[in-house]
């Protein structure tokens, strides 16, 4: 089993920034992927950026250049660096740990962005 919680979330104006965070725990040896995904009201959840453990990343188009994901393997934490925000980045953020082809799903932190 792994646990993930996300922080970091908050209200914030376009044009500002946010760092998100995700702590995992338990059984993290055989986690091969982390990322951080979005869901806004009535839309589907989407990958917004995700890293393997050799560091390759990846992101979704809209996001590109403005997000930044990284992760302190000492910490066991994942991060999101988001900057240039704008109102369609509001959404619920939810940090996702893969292991063993499961996917382990925190409970979300909100991220509203303010025009």
């Known amino acids: 089993q792994v646990q993930v919680v996300e922080s970091g979330g908050g209200l914030v104006q376009a044009g500002g920034s946010l760092r998100l965070s995700c702590a995992a725990s338990?059984?993290?040896?055989?986690?091969?992927?982390m990322g951080w995904y979005r869901q806004a009201p009535g839309k589907e959840r989407e990958l917004v950026a995700g890293?393997?453990?050799?560091?390759?990343?990846t992101y979704a188009d809209s996001v590109k250049g403005r997000f930044t994901i990284s992760r302190d393997n000492a910490k066991n934490t994942l991060y999101l660096q988001m900057n240039s925000l704008k109102s369609g980045d509001t959404a619920m953020y939810y940090c996702?740990?893969?292991?063993?082809?499961?996917?382990?799903w925190g409970q979300g932190t909100q991220v509203t962005v303010s025009s």
């Open positions: 996702a740990a893969r292991r063993s082809e499961i996917l382990y």
């Open positions: 338990g059984s993290i040896f055989s986690i091969n992927l």
């Open positions: 890293i393997t453990s050799g560091g390759g990343t």
